[in-house]
């Protein structure tokens, strides 16, 4: 929950140039009052623009609720989906997680599926048994080629806000496990597709060993994506 309209369009405009030439996939996700800025700002850019949540009705009694085709009608292509602080701060579930993934995919979004464990179940050493169950609900009504073309976040909450990063060790064994529950599901060729990505306190100085990993594909970035500076460096972190 951070700026207001003009600020999203300075920011578009100042890290633009800085990002032109990269090879990457960028994707801002940002609050409803700035999609239609952010979309106008954006054009003739490599910026993508999506939204950081909606419900998955198409219309009806939910006052101050976004749905998929609201989105899809001013031009968002992408939605972040059961992000952490959704289910911590708003009761969001892994079955109404799996409804909003189904109805994103229906209209044509492209969901950021986001996954992770608590500093409790992780020191209980329960958090690959907690992944693969959210991974497995949330999955649990799409097609072969809807999970193929899904990005799945890897966000452990206790990393995230906090200055702690797994190591990426540990961020790349889970995302391997993730490819691998995938694979058990949906078969090998659609786990190879799946974009996995790493977020939790990821910033320009650890950034580069994550994305040389072996099964990370990028990054859902939180606090460094504010910065210019800091997020162009993340961007460009090859060059």
């Not at 289910?87 to 799996?98: I, K, L, P, S």
């Not at 169950?133 to 649990?140: G, N």
């Not at 060790?169 to 949906?186: T, V, W």
């Not at 790493?198 to 040389?212: A, P, T």
């Amino acid at each position: 929950m951070n700026m207001l309209p003009d600020d999203t369009i300075r920011f578009i405009d100042e890290i633009t140039p800085l990002i032109k030439d990269t090879q990457s996939e960028i994707i801002l996700c940002v609050p409803y009052t700035d999609l239609f800025y952010a979309l106008l700002t954006a054009q003739n850019t490599n910026i993508k623009i999506g939204a950081q949540n909606m419900h998955w009705e198409e219309s009806g009694a939910y006052t101050g609720e976004v749905s998929a085709q609201m989105l899809k009608s001013i031009g968002v292509q992408y939605v972040i989906i059961g992000h952490s602080e959704r289910r911590q701060y708003f009761n969001e579930t892994d079955e109404t997680v799996a409804k909003k993934v189904k109805s994103a995919f229906q209209i044509g979004l492209n969901p950021i599926l986001c996954v992770g464990e608590t500093l409790e179940q992780r020191e209980q050493g329960k958090e690959e048994e907690v992944v693969k169950s959210q991974l497995k609900i949330a999955l649990s009504n799409l097609t072969e080629e809807e999970v193929a073309n899904i990005i799945i976040a890897y966000e452990p909450i206790w990393a995230i806000g906090t200055g702690k990063t797994a190591t990426s060790e540990d961020a790349n064994k889970m995302a391997k496990n993730i490819r691998q529950e995938i694979s058990n599901l949906y078969g090998q060729k659609v786990a190879e597709r799946v974009i996995i990505q790493y977020g939790g306190s990821v910033k320009s100085s650890n950034c580069k060993e994550l994305f040389e990993s072996s099964d990370i594909d990028g990054a859902l970035i939180g606090g460094a994506s504010l910065k210019v500076d800091e997020f162009a460096k993340i961007v460009n972190y090859d060059r």
